[in-house]
T-cell receptor, first 114, second 113 residues
Framework: EAQVTQNPRYLITVTGKKLTVTCSQN?????MSWYRQDPGLGLRQIYY???????DKGDVPEGYKVSRKEKRNFPLILESPSPNQTSLYFC????FGQGNQPQHFGDGTRLSIL | SQQGEEDPQALSIQEGENATMNCSYK?????LQWYRQNSGRGLVHLIL?????REKHSGRLRVTLDTSKKSSSLLITASRAADTASYFC?????????????FGKGTHLIIQP
């Protein structure tokens, strides 16, 4: 089944403790990205990647890192999480190296930073 | 940066009625897309309409686009309880850039049985 898989689905952690949210897609998509969804703010893009070894900042990249060593994986790294990063996070992918095409979304990761 | 703005923020109708949601945006676009999000799940792509198209259909969905008014509407006909969800419009930027879609804040639709 074609899908975007995120792990973990839920995480409660403390300020400053490094964490990684994994994202994997099995559709051989070139484009992958991360969004965060907050009440009243909608979805905002954090980082995106047009292909392997190519990443770039979205609208709200501060406090986050990403890497794209393999086509299928696009992990989101919070080196020193803070409470304002408490949010619902989504990974998305699309076939070509363009972000304005229909996106396939994962089911989300709900992060709580205490 | 936020571009699409859905209206209304929330809508409650009876099963079988039609539901209409609107989206306005500010700058030129390459395409406009609608997504559905069920509670606790990721977004699911519904339909894409290009800037040179005026209307598009998919099953019970009808989308219109008016680039002169920078607005779009999503019509769901003969609504069902399973249509209860949040609906988002998203704009794809002109030039087909590598950056992503710009999402609105969504319309929460409730279908009363």
């Amino acid at each position: 089944e074609a899908q975007v898989t995120q792990n973990p689905r839920y995480l409660i952690t403390v300020t400053g403790k490094k964490l990684t949210v994994t994202c994997s897609q099995n559709m051989n998509h070139e484009y992958m990205s991360w969004y965060r969804q907050d009440p009243g703010l909608g979805l905002r893009q954090i980082y995106y990647s047009m292909n392997v070894e190519v990443t770039d900042k979205g609208d709200v990249p501060e406090g986050y890192k990403v890497s794209r060593k393999e086509k299928r994986n696009f992990p989101l790294i919070l080196e020193s999480p803070s409470p304002n990063q408490t949010s619902l996070y989504f990974c998305a992918s699309s076939p070509f190296g363009q972000g304005n095409q229909p996106q396939h979304f994962g089911d989300g990761t709900r992060l709580s930073i205490l | 940066s936020q571009q699409g703005e859905e209206d209304p923020q929330a809508l409650s109708i009876q099963e079988g009625e039609n539901a209409t949601m609107n989206c306005s945006y500010k700058t030129s676009i390459n395409n406009l897309q609608w997504y559905r999000q069920n509670s606790g799940r990721g977004l699911v792509h519904l339909i894409l309409i290009r800037s040179n198209e005026r209307e598009k259909h998919s099953g019970r969905l009808r989308v219109t686009l008016d680039t002169s008014k920078k607005s779009s509407s999503l019509l769901i006909t003969a609504s069902r309880a399973a249509d209860t969800a949040s609906y988002f419009c998203a704009t794809g930027h002109s030039g087909g850039g590598a950056d992503g879609l710009t999402f609105g804040k969504g319309t929460h639709l409730i279908i009363q049985p």
